[in-house]
């Protein structure tokens, strides 16, 4: 009873501003087509049709950073490859979040060497990390339920 | 980055020509990130208007240094990272690595995993083909191609996981023969998945080869001549699309491949329209290996006996005193190979895929260099793209077939 | 061995006094790099090895005479064989004359050897760097260049190489 019923009937809805930003960015995410090596395969595998992630809001892949919400960097990103995805990131408006999927993009994976960057992490800030070699697509589905998660607990401070 | 493209013309202004220094002509970046470039290749385009005068290809931004992280692992712990070189044929890498090794070891392979190498290869060419066709298709804007093609490859996926544990980076062939035995639902499941292949192939060919519009953007695109083939050293389908039936299984069979009857797809055109019917029907060819390879299956051991390179099973470790030594040595360093130098070579979807192996008598490898066939295959893509439009460019690079796993190395 | 490939090393060995060796089934000749570009011609134009399969090399550092071994496969279309090539190159100043004008694909596998072993090819059109960004210092694949690993963090050591570690915060 009160005013949720009064309003329900003339056809509106009480929600609080953070809920209904967060729901908003939750559910349409939409990531960067951004594909580096054997993960990307299990990343396309999760876009098709067994493990569907357009469910979840991920329609389609944008291939342009400046339309962007998410950046899941899928392979192992070389020390050549490091400015160039600091420049995508850059050119992401915000909000932005970044999905390290798999162990060479987690912790440089089992190339411990000269040319691969021992884990992402160096060059930006990560928000959730999926282990696995490559992580099956519905272990990527979880890390980025697990995302959705963390985004709907954010707050006005963490906005500002 | 300014600094990147004012480096990139000084150091290619010997390549561009006199007309884009002067300004005529447009030289354009199609960056590490692209959706239609597979992978993270760049292309420094030159273009007048919308016609490619020239291209050139940089690549190295996924180069891994595999072969100098190989040196310091041994044999076998250097085997897990042989399937993310070409990363859509893991099998076929670890294939030509174990055979390396057992020629130059001087090892014996059991009948029964040979049989069980060739139908997980097949497989494996027949699932590295259906990405090929999915993403080839994707950037002709056939888009709904791409959804049939990994609904298919799931079922190949699922028989990796049933035999190994994982989807993808099995590491299952191991030197002297494979990991362990297949379960007994290999079988059945392998043979439900050739009994519905052969009608999914139809689907395709039905939306693709009478199609118009995809006849339109792929026939008389990127025409290439046998001699110049062989030239710049091209192999696999873009060879045989030319009229060369150059095919390794068939020349210098490896593995058991002289007791399985098939056919070797050749066309004559040289264009994207042969090179796309050679690979379909090369699909259509690795089933009938599969069929032939599950109805002669012999029985017998999956692993070579020569307890120096193979690990004894652990029932014996409590009896046998030169078990528990083997157990220890090989565990603890690993195998110690010979002293010498072999090079192998097999067929990849992709074409000639070789190691060059050489031991020093350690049980680490001494130098491992992997002949990779997109290497040579991605060096003639600017003699092919001369002359044509920007979206002809995007088929080119879908059909040459190319994993930049494979060619940064 | 094959009659084809007998036919080609006996005429070889006879010509530029090249050395046989056979291993495993597997020819190999040893060739002196002046005579390389001679040899790769007949090979090419009298017994039809017309296919440039592998072009790398080999580091046996710390000997430095000869550092380097410069490794060939060449392959018959027709004919179905292989024949391996050996060039010993010197660790001082290592230098050998180009393919490219019999092979064009020696084009792309000379620049990757230049990037990862330091040696120059005399008469190649565009040598620089392929795999290693342009600025690079140093040759990768030379035995004594470091693997350049990142210490393995177990408990004991983890709060140390963290914070060492460059972490980006923003």
């Known amino acids: 009873m009160g005013i949720e019923q009064k309003a329900g009937d003339l056809g509106a809805v009480t929600i609080r501003l953070e809920q209904a930003v967060n729901w908003a960015r939750t559910y349409a995410m939409w990531p960067m087509l951004f594909g580096l090596a054997c993960c990307a395969i299990e990343m396309m595998a999760g876009q098709a049709a067994k493990h569907d992630m357009s469910r979840f809001g991920m329609e389609l892949m944008r291939a342009t950073p400046r339309q962007s919400d998410l950046m899941i960097i899928s392979g192992r990103v070389t020390r050549k490859m490091a400015p160039v995805l600091r420049l995508l990131y850059d050119q992401m408006p915000d909000p932005k979040w970044v999905v390290s999927m798999g162990d060479c993009a987690s912790c440089g994976g089992i190339f411990n060497n000269y040319a691969i960057v021992q884990g992402v992490d160096e060059i930006m800030p990560v928000d959730v990390y999926v282990a696995g070699c490559p992580p099956r697509p519905e272990a990527l589905v979880h890390g980025i339920l697990t995302l959705h998660e963390k985004v709907r607990g954010e707050t006005l401070k963490t906005w500002a | 980055m300014l600094d990147q493209s004012e480096f990139a013309f000084n150091e290619l202004r010997h390549l561009v020509s006199e007309r884009a220094i002067k300004g005529e002509t447009m030289l354009l970046n199609m960056g590490p990130q692209h959706p239609s470039t597979h992978g993270v290749l760049r292309l420094l385009l030159e273009l007048d208007g919308e016609i490619v005068v020239n291209c050139f290809p940089d690549i190295g931004f996924l180069h891994t240094g595999i072969e100098k992280n190989m040196e310091a692992k041994s044999y076998e712990k250097a085997a897990?990272?042989?399937?993310?070189?070409?990363?859509?044929?893991?099998?076929?890498?670890?294939?030509?690595?174990?055979?390396?090794?057992?020629?130059?070891?001087?090892?014996?392979?059991?009948?029964?995993?040979?049989?069980?190498?060739?139908?997980?290869?097949?497989?494996?060419?027949?699932?590295?083909?259906?990405?090929?066709?999915?993403?080839?298709?994707?950037?002709?804007?056939?888009?709904?191609?791409?959804?049939?093609?990994?609904?298919?490859?799931?079922?190949?996926?699922?028989?990796?996981?049933?035999?190994?544990?994982?989807?993808?980076?099995?590491?299952?062939?191991?030197?002297?023969?494979?990991?362990?035995?297949?379960?007994?639902?290999?079988?059945?499941?392998?043979?439900?998945?050739?009994?519905?292949?052969?009608?999914?192939?139809?689907?395709?060919?039905?939306?693709?080869?009478?199609?118009?519009?995809?006849?339109?953007?792929?026939?008389?695109?990127?025409?290439?001549?046998?001699?110049?083939?062989?030239?710049?050293?091209?192999?696999?389908?873009?060879?045989?699309?030319?009229?060369?039936?150059?095919?390794?299984?068939?020349?210098?069979?490896?593995?058991?491949?002289?007791?399985?009857?098939?056919?070797?797809?050749?066309?004559?055109?040289?264009?994207?329209?042969?090179?796309?019917?050679?690979?379909?029907?090369?699909?259509?060819?690795?089933?009938?290996?599969?069929?032939?390879?599950l109805d002669k299956l012999p029985y017998g051991p999956v692993r070579s006996n020569n307890r120096k390179f193979v690990p004894p099973p652990r029932s014996e470790l409590g009896t046998s005193m030169e078990a528990v030594i083997h157990h220890f040595k090989l565990w603890t360093d690993g195998f110690d190979m010979p002293e010498g130098s072999v090079y192998e070579a097999t067929e990849s979807p992709r074409g000639v895929l070789g190691v060059y192996l050489e031991s020093d008598g350690g049980p680490k490898p001494f130098r491992v260099h992997w002949r990779t066939p997109s290497f040579d295959n991605l060096q003639i893509l600017p003699k092919l793209a001369k002359g044509h439009l920007v979206a002809d460019l995007v088929a080119l690079m879908g059909t040459t077939d190319f994993v930049l796993g494979d060619i940064d190395r | 061995m094959n009659k084809e490939l007998k036919k080609a090393t006996s005429a070889l060995v006879e010509r530029y006094s090249v050395e046989l060796r056979e291993f495993r089934g597997q020819t190999n000749l040893i060739v002196s790099a002046e005579n390389i570009i001679e040899v790769c011609q007949t090979l090419r134009d009298e017994f039809g090895f017309n296919f440039l399969e592998v072009e790398t090399a080999v580091d046996y550092w710390p000997q430095q005479e000869p550092r380097f071994h410069v490794i060939y496969q060449l392959y018959s279309i027709e004919k179905h064989i292989r024949i391996g090539l050996r060039v010993h190159v010197s660790g001082v100043s290592p230098s050998m004359p180009t393919l490219v004008g019999l092979f064009a694909n020696a084009n792309w596998r000379e620049r990757e050897i230049w990037d990862m072993f330091g040696i120059r090819f005399e008469g190649h059109p565009d040598l620089r760097r392929i795999l290693m960004p342009h600025d690079w210092q140093g040759h990768p694949l030379r035995k004594d260049y470091p693997l350049g690993y990142e210490e393995v963090q177990f408990t004991f050591n983890a709060e140390e190489i963290d914070r060492d570690k460059p972490y980006a915060e923003e």
């Open chain 2, 80 to 293: 897990v990272m042989t399937d993310r070189l070409d990363y859509l044929n893991n099998l076929g890498n670890n294939l030509v690595y174990c055979m390396a090794i057992e020629k130059l070891a001087d090892l014996d392979v059991p009948v029964r995993a040979q049989a069980i190498r060739v139908i997980l290869t097949e497989l494996q060419r027949i699932s590295s083909h259906l990405v090929w066709l999915g993403t080839h298709t994707l950037d002709l804007a056939a888009i709904s191609v791409f959804w049939y093609t990994f609904r298919e490859r799931e079922l190949i996926l699922d028989i990796n996981e049933m035999v190994s544990g994982q989807r993808m980076m099995t590491t299952y062939f191991r030197p002297g023969g494979l990991w362990r035995d297949v379960p007994v639902e290999f079988e059945n499941a392998v043979r439900d998945f050739i009994k519905i292949f052969p009608q999914r192939i139809k689907e395709y060919e039905a939306m693709l080869s009478e199609n118009p519009i995809f006849i339109e953007r792929t026939k008389d695109i990127g025409i290439l001549k046998a001699e110049d083939a062989i030239h710049w050293g091209v192999t696999g389908p873009s060879l045989r699309a030319t009229g060369v039936e150059h095919d390794l299984r068939k020349v210098d069979p490896y593995s058991g491949y002289e007791q399985y009857e098939f056919d070797v797809p050749t066309q004559t055109d040289g264009d994207t329209y042969a090179r796309y019917l050679v690979r379909m029907e090369e699909m259509r060819q690795s089933l009938r290996i599969v069929q032939q390879a």
